[in-house]
Structure formats: structure tokens, C-alpha cells
């Protein structure tokens, strides 16, 4: 089903303002990475957390922890098929990579995330009109 939230690109500023510099940097880097790979990407807060949607669904999202950062790759199945390739790097659980402001997520691994996300949506929404996937 698709999101009903509205773009809200000054909640996300205000949140990020909210956190330790070093966090703030490697998240505002994440989220440029996200919309240079998606450059129609909207955002909201939702719960706590940062949402990037497209097509009407969640693409991707991430949020400061106490420990730690988080991405949602907002699909517990993709995560699960890349697996091996998150945890060279980083620690998975979920749909969720964790990550730091020293261990940032590579640059290929979050574009390759994002597009899968879009196919994921794409076919979603193919699939929400009656259409063939």
C-alpha cells in the first residue's frame, strides 16, 4: 500500500540538528548519497526516524541509536539475499545495517541497496494497479 505522508525535508533538518556532529556528518552524507541515486526522493520522520519514500513507498531510512547508526533497507527479504555482502563490512539484523561514524557504509553497497529497493517498489506498484510485475 502506498504512503499517505507528505514530504517534510525540515523535520529531517531540525532532526539532524539535533545530533553530535560526527553523526550528523555521516548521516547528511548518507542522505545525499540517497538522493543523488534517487534524485526524486522525498522524506519524512516517521517514529523517530528518518524515511526516504519514491513511488508513493518507503525506500529507505536511517536514524542515530545509542551505540550505533542505523539503515533500514525497509526490506527484511533484501537484506536477508545480501546478507553475506552487508556483514564484510558491517553488522545486520533485520532489514537494519548498523554503522558508525568512522565505519560509513560504502558508497556501491548503498546504491545497489537503493536500487533494489526501487525495483522492489516498482514492481510493488506494478503489482497494486493489476498490472504484471
Known amino acids: 500500500m502506498a504512503t499517505k505522508s507528505k514530504n517534510d525535508s525540515a523535520a529531517v533538518e531540525a532532526y539532524l540538528a ?20 534517487v534524485p526524486q526522493v522525498e522524506e519524512r520522520i516517521s517514529y523517530g526516524t528518518t ?5 508513493g513507498h518507503d525506500l529507505v531510512g536511517f536514524v542515530s541509536q545509542k551505540k550505533h547508526l542505523s539503515f533500514f533497507t525497509a526490506s527484511p527479504k533484501l537484506a536477508a539475499a545480501m546478507k553475506d555482502e552487508i556483514t564484510k563490512t558491517h553488522k545486520v539484523s533485520g ?12 558508497t556501491p553497497l548503498v546504491e545497489k541497496i537503493i536500487k533494489a529497493r526501487l525495483s522492489e517498489n516498482k514492481a510493488s506498484r506494478r503489482l497494486n494497479n493489476g498490472l504484471e510485475a
Not at 556532529?21 to 541515486?37: F, G, M, P, V, Y
Not at 532489514?95 to 560504502?106: R, S, V
Open 18 to 37: 539535533t545530533l553530535p556532529q560526527n553523526e550528523q556528518d555521516a548521516l547528511e552524507s548518507l542522505r545525499r548519497l540517497i538522493k543523488e541515486t
Open 51 to 55: 524515511v526516504m519514500f519514491s513511488l
Open 95 to 106: 532489514a537494519t545495517i548498523h554503522f558508525t561514524p568512522d565505519n560509513p557504509l560504502p
